[in-house]
């Protein structure tokens, strides 16, 4: 084997890899939209479940929910507090000032 047949081998392996990455996280996607497509949802809350399903940096906290969607904190709380009642999102341990919420399924 030349070492370019090795190189070109190693190239293929990493690109599978990154494709399988990707339709992984498509696909995880797609069961979690459908799994929750007759619960009725907001535009910010579709929203922001579309930014959590994508990889969100970070912790969600209420507070960042109000300024991603442009919203009250108080309509921030609201949303959250709905998607956390059917299970969409589970609060985390940690609570008072340093409550963040991720998806529960």
């Not at 797609?30 to 619960?39: D, L, M």
């Not at 535009?43 to 919203?71: M, P, V, Y």
């Not at 009642?85 to 399924?105: C, D, M, P, V, W």
Request: hydrophobic share 45%; charged share 20%.
């Amino acid at each position: 084997m030349t070492s370019w047949l090795a190189w070109f081998l190693d190239a293929l392996h990493c690109a599978v890899d990154s494709a399988q990455h990707t339709l992984d996280a498509v696909l995880a996607k797609t069961r979690f939209w459908q799994r929750w497509a007759t619960t009725p949802l907001n535009e910010r809350q579709a929203k922001l479940l579309n930014r959590l399903l994508d990889g969100f940096d970070g912790k969600l906290t209420s507070s960042k929910w109000a300024s991603i969607a442009k919203c009250s904190p108080d309509t921030a709380l609201r949303d959250i507090s709905e998607l956390v009642a059917l299970g969409i999102l589970r609060k985390s341990a940690a609570g008072g000032r340093s409550t963040s919420y991720e998806l529960g399924s």
